[in-house]
């Protein structure tokens, strides 16, 4: 990304530990820096000493790393913040040029409005258990469907921001690898059967990119540390060391710009984007319902909605459940899945009509779904009144027949049932489970002792 350019340039030169580097060899031993004096010496007069270039230099211990990894970023603070900016807007801007709103038929954004306006507000946690009574057709007018409809299409762009961030992160975090697995086997090839010195400290990203070596940097090239007992080229509180090189210094300093980058970018989209004044100005710009009308799909809740082509779907989640047998008490465990109707406008009056059963747009399998193989089968509900329709508002009385399909599913198979196909071995043997797995798993078993109607076909 063309904006991580500068602030890549800005890591670099703005590193505490590359800047005593480009003054003197530094050597990185247990997470602590050491540099050298540049004073000529002996070996009576300093016990921490570097041989460079035919000279020996006095060699003083100096702060940990990590601290001036610290210090370096806060240094860098305002750097940051500019960069994270940049990304947000960039970002932001890459998430609406994606074509995610594409513009669809007046039809289809008609059944929108409806499906927003006129079924989900009954949809949503506070209203439902009213509509979650197996064929029961009394529920109370939900309040402040205006307000609610209002924050649906605002809270959709946070939703599609959160899912599209969720999916960019990795991208960042995925840098990782190229750091870190070239380093390790370069090293290993290199210092085959060297007594290696191995850091006792891990805080710091310079080690991590080191891969836990002790190290030095001197004459634009980093060396491994490797102890040895004679011919040494550096003491340090009496232990002695060779230097033994493993990569130019460039190649370093570009991995650890990348991995401050990768880290600043994961916090700006993780922590700060949803705060930013972009976001923002964007949801607000967003906060009606023409947002969700370009949409293909949306979910919220445990309810959402599908395009199919002109038309859509509207559905409920149908959760994992286990149903019993109620004569032999055997017990069955099915999938997740959703379950809906089709919607279409007449064309005609330009009104909604329903123009399938109750399905599921999923692979689904029951004792009241149609079909073997669980693709898109239809639902029977048995003698299911739909009286309602005519004196209830149309809206209100599709969530009341989605609901009355998923307690169906979940909570049918009761005495008296007949279902498409009957809950036993034959029909439903590989999704036996016993009742200790069920316990173990805390899986509901949902048609356990309910008994609120009958569903005869």
Not at 117 to 123: K, M, Q, S
Not at 326 to 342: A, C, E, K, M
Request: include cysteine; charge should be neutral; glycine fraction near 6%.
């Amino acid at each position: 990304m063309a904006i991580g350019v500068d602030i890549a340039e800005a890591v670099i030169d703005k590193n505490l530990v590359f800047g005593l580097s480009s003054r003197s060899p530094i050597f990185v031993i247990d997470g602590r820096l050491y540099y050298c004096s540049l004073e000529p010496s002996s070996t009576e007069s300093c016990s921490n000493t570097f041989k460079w270039k035919d000279t020996i230099l006095n060699v003083k211990e100096g702060p940990l790393i990590e601290v001036l990894e610290r210090l370096s970023d806060k240094q860098l603070k305002g750097d940051y913040e500019r960069y994270q900016q940049e990304l947000i807007a960039a970002e932001l801007h890459g998430f609406d040029s994606e074509n995610r709103y594409r513009e669809f038929s007046q039809d289809y954004e008609r059944l929108v409005r409806f499906a927003v306006n006129e079924i989900f507000p009954y949809l949503r946690k506070d209203a439902t258990k009213a509509l979650d009574g197996l064929l029961e057709t009394h529920t109370p007018e939900v309040k402040n469907k205006q307000g609610a409809t209002q924050n649906t299409a605002n809270d959709a762009y946070g939703s599609e921001i959160e899912e599209y961030i969720q999916n960019r992160i990795p991208e960042f975090e995925g840098q990782e690898k190229r750091i870190t697995a070239p380093k390790r086997n370069k090293l290993d090839s290199i210092l085959l059967d060297q007594n290696l010195s191995k850091s006792s400290r891990d805080d710091s990203l310079l080690l991590k990119l080191m891969d836990g070596y002790n190290f030095a940097i001197g004459n634009g090239t980093v060396y491994c540390l490797a102890n040895v007992r004679r011919g040494e080229d550096l003491t340090i509180n009496g232990v002695r060391y060779v230097l033994m090189p493993t990569h130019v210094l460039a190649g370093l300093q570009s991995d650890f710009a990348s991995e401050v980058i990768k880290r600043i970018s994961v916090e700006a989209l993780r922590e700060k984007l949803k705060d930013s004044q972009e976001f923002q100005r964007l949801k607000a710009a967003r906060s009606d319902i023409d947002l969700l009308c370009k949409r293909d799909s949306y979910h919220e809740q445990d309810f959402g909605f599908l395009r199919n082509s002109d038309r859509l779907i509207v559905y409920v989640d149908v959760p994992e459940h286990v149903l019993e047998n109620p004569y032999t008490q055997d017990l069955y465990r099915f999938n997740s899945h959703r379950v809906g109707i089709q919607l279409s406008m007449l064309e005609e009056r330009r009104t909604p009509v329903i123009d399938t059963n109750p399905h599921s747009p999923d692979r689904a399998i029951g004792p009241f779904y149609s079909g073997y193989d669980g693709h898109n089968p239809s639902l029977c509900m048995g003698h299911y009144n739909t009286s309602y329709f005519n004196t209830m508002r149309m809206g209100k009385a599709i969530a009341k027949y989605l609901v009355d399909a998923r307690n169906v599913v979940l909570r049918g198979y009761i005495v008296n049932c007949n279902p498409r196909r009957n809950l036993n071995k034959e029909n439903f043997g590989q999704r036996r489970i016993s009742r200790e797995e069920v316990n173990r798993l805390g899986l509901p078993i949902t048609n356990k002792g309910y008994q609120t109607g009958r569903c005869e076909r």
